[in-house]
């Protein structure tokens, strides 16, 4: 890990779009690796989508080797079905990074965006200029969910240094 940085991928799980960011830090500068985001055909059954997921990420771990995973926890939804499907879909990421012997760590929507701003009910444009503010990117061109799940990598990283300053 010393010579190549922590490597770690950042997911903002979704039924139909699940976005990735996967970021190295070495030496306390975080640099992008790669980020995007995984669409699922919506005219296909639940458990072909989330056969996708599981698939499309088991290739980005093994691509790009993350030693630590951070997620996004599922918010509250006044729609059911669809808070279940979200589950779901964290259900089938966070088994592609069990397999893989990833620790996962789960992340508040409103502690991303706090750790990234200042501010748990800050905008997502907000959000998405100080990751690109963080990764050294000028303009950055990748979609929302992208966005999203490089904010929960850089969050993650940035609650991981601070544990260790801590002793927490």
Known sequence: MAGRGLVV???????????????????????LIETGTIRTPVKKDMATRLGVIFDRLQILIRTHGPVEA???NVFVSKNPSSALKLGQARGAAMAACAINNIPVSEYEPTKV?????????APKDQVAFMVAHCLGVKKPDWAEDASDALAIAICHLNERRMRRLTGC
């Open 70 to 72: 951070a997620i996004e």
């Open 9 to 31: 991928i950042g997911l903002d799980p979704g039924s139909r779009v699940t976005g990735y960011g996967i970021v190295r830090e070495v030496s306390g500068q975080t640099s």
């Open 113 to 121: 965006k706090k750790n990234l701003v200042g501010l748990g009910n």
